[in-house]
């Protein structure tokens, strides 16, 4: 099953397959993992739409996880309710190579070799996946950021300034404001990009988003580019938004639903989405997020052998 999985997501998930291959991964799970055996009972879907999906909270009571050990555990942080939850997993190869491709497709040519990091360090935190993803896109970045810390404003200044080649600058949010809190500016080199992600949850800034984009935009230079990246714990896949939208893989479903009777709805609709994955071993799973998206529209199908979008997809607005 996992090297099913595997050559599905280097073919690119073509459409055709994706159904087919996602139900074998639900009877592939129902079989080994108890936990989701129960939650699922006598499901019989026929589709994306119909798959049992998933409260993000149960993370925190359930394990969902198809090998009895667990090669790696990513826990949430817990900032919303007070209780961490954990995504459980065989391995982390799929984790890693599902994550390269999307985001190769979606910021080819991004100088992470140049990375001047504001999340936290998966050397020190493993169980961040966020962390996770960084040290695998970048594996020699630097970090400016320590959990119960903080940001290392000063030393983080310096070295955007002192940047003289295109770097590349991962961050959460609040991070970021953390950041523009202090005094500083940089005009980072062409080719740079920034990358934003995650919201507040309930900490208290002096920025809200929009403002927070724009102070980022001033601050840095002109010549930075700002792009946002959407993901969850529990998730493990990730979209982007470079300009027109969150971006989803092609092995990622979203679907935006009515929360209470799990019916579809029109684009435009700010009602919270639904994911589907079938990506790595064991991880097809239909998962509600609480936080408000928007689905903005559809974008065109690949043009030809030369166009590496993934075909269509449904984009989230921030």
Known sequence: MKAETLSLLRRGAPEAERWPHARRLFEHQRALCPDYAAFVG???????????????????????????????????????????????????????????????????????????????????????????????????????????????????????????TPVFVPTTAFALAELLEHPGEARLPSGSIVMVTGGFKGRRTQLDEAGLWAEAQRRLGPEAQLVGEYGMTELSSQLWDVGEGYVPPPWLIVLVVDPETGAPLPDGDSRPPTFCRSRELGELRRHRDPRPRRVCRRSPAPSGPGDRRPGPRLLLDR
Not at 50 to 67: M, T
Not at 120 to 126: I, R
Not at 138 to 151: D, E, K, M, N, Q
């Open 42 to 164: 006598d499901a019989n879907p026929q589709s994306f739409a119909e798959l049992p999906a998933a409260p993000v909270g149960l993370f925190r009571d359930l394990r969902f996880c198809v090998s009895a050990h667990s090669g790696a555990i990513f826990r949430t942080s817990g900032t919303t309710s007070g209780q961490r939850g954990a995504h459980h997993l065989p391995d982390t190869e799929a984790v890693e190579l599902a994550a390269r491709l999307h985001f190769d497709s979606m910021l080819l040519g991004c100088p992470t070799p140049n990375t001047l990091s504001l999340v936290t360090d998966a050397n020190e935190h493993p169980d961040s996946s966020l962390g996770h993803m960084i040290r695998h896109l970048a594996p020699s970045a630097r970090s400016f950021f320590r959990p119960g810390v903080g940001v290392d404003a000063d030393g983080a200044w310096a070295a955007l300034r002192g940047a003289n």
